[in-house]
């Protein structure tokens, strides 16, 4: 109502005052205003659009794509390591359990343990033994009667000294076949075999260090006598038995001193 009664009063004021004056032109305005409605409409409020949370600075896992968005702020800020070294780590922190798996294959089971392979520490009821005779010259042997076995074959003796890294013995040479006889007279060892090796029909013995020598019957380290006849002498090598291709020491045996003898291989001796 107040309105109307303003509007009233202007226009009697906008009639009376002459044409061209300012409230000639205010009237003129609110009668335009009046007739013709303002076409223009209200523009809607923008829709209501709820602000996101900002995004965790540490991502949960599990979220690779968020992760490395936020890995170049963490490197610019607080992680010095290169972005290699933050990969390697990242296993660590996604995988609890990688260390057990790592670790699995050194663990050991409790209560059994591993044995060595077993090897035989024994030739023909003999066991393996280190040398226990040594000449000056360096040379080395074991001497099994010092060891108490006593009871080889010509070819077991040859098979313990092969297990043993070695050979049977070869006199091949003057100064080692008087030690060994200085040996026996010190022990007083009845016998002993060596690796010598009798072709009667060639006159020659061969040795297991390759040397071969011809012999003269009762001549050198051979005896003079044995076991052939009881009336007279019968030198060495005699081959009494027909077989007879070992070579072994006997201490004074035939009442001889310590001389060489053919003697047959199945005999049992150190």
Known sequence: MKTWVILATLLVVATAVPQGGFFSNLASRIRNSLRRPSR???QPPPPFRPRLPAQPAFPPQGHPTLQKQQQPHEHAHNHP???QQQHQQKPFATSPFSNQISHSPLRSQPGRPQSPPQISSFTHGCAHAVPNLERP???KYIMTFLNGCSNFTAQEADDYCRANAGRAISLDTTDKANYI?????QNAQ?????????DHNAGVVTWPSGAREGYQRGKRFWSYTGGASKTEDVPQPD????NEVCIAILNNFYADGIRWHDVACHHRKP
């Open 40 to 42: 223009q409409t209200r």
């Open 190 to 198: 009845r016998y002993l075999w060596t690796g010598g090796r009798i």
């Open 137 to 139: 010259d360096g040379s």
């Open 239 to 242: 081959n009494r038995d027909g």
């Open 81 to 83: 390591q290169s972005h």
């Open 181 to 185: 006889n200085n040996i026996l007279a």
